[in-house]
């Protein structure tokens, strides 16, 4: 084998493990955006419903501009509670969803 050949073989495989390297970096960081942004609609949802629950009267009547307030209060709270840590569900989404995408793309890239 002549040192050219070595060369250039050795090469293609920087090449294909830089381009590896660069599928991984860009597809998790979307991925985890998308479960935690699943994660807030998930809490809201659950907001929703519990604040079903709560039966009407106390301080405040019921009226169109107090569900308004209500409804945009859950959505900003839930997507406070996602960040970070969460409750858990978007790092366990992202840890199923991940693996065989990630498997996919280096397949994909090394076939290149």
Do not use: W
């Amino acid at each position: 084998m002549k040192i050219d050949q070595v060369n250039s073989s050795f090469q293609q495989s920087t090449q294909t493990e830089n381009k590896i390297k660069n599928h991984q970096a860009d597809v998790p960081e979307g991925l985890m955006d998308a479960c935690r942004e699943f994660e807030a609609y998930f809490l809201n949802t659950m907001l929703k419903q519990m604040r079903a629950t709560v039966p009407d009267g106390g301080l405040t009547e019921k009226s169109m501009a107090r569900d308004i307030f209500e409804s945009m209060y859950d959505e900003q709270l839930s997507i406070e509670m996602a960040k970070g840590q969460g409750i858990g569900l978007a790092k366990d989404l992202y840890r199923q969803l991940a693996r065989p995408y990630t498997a996919a793309n280096i397949k994909q890239v090394s076939e290149e």
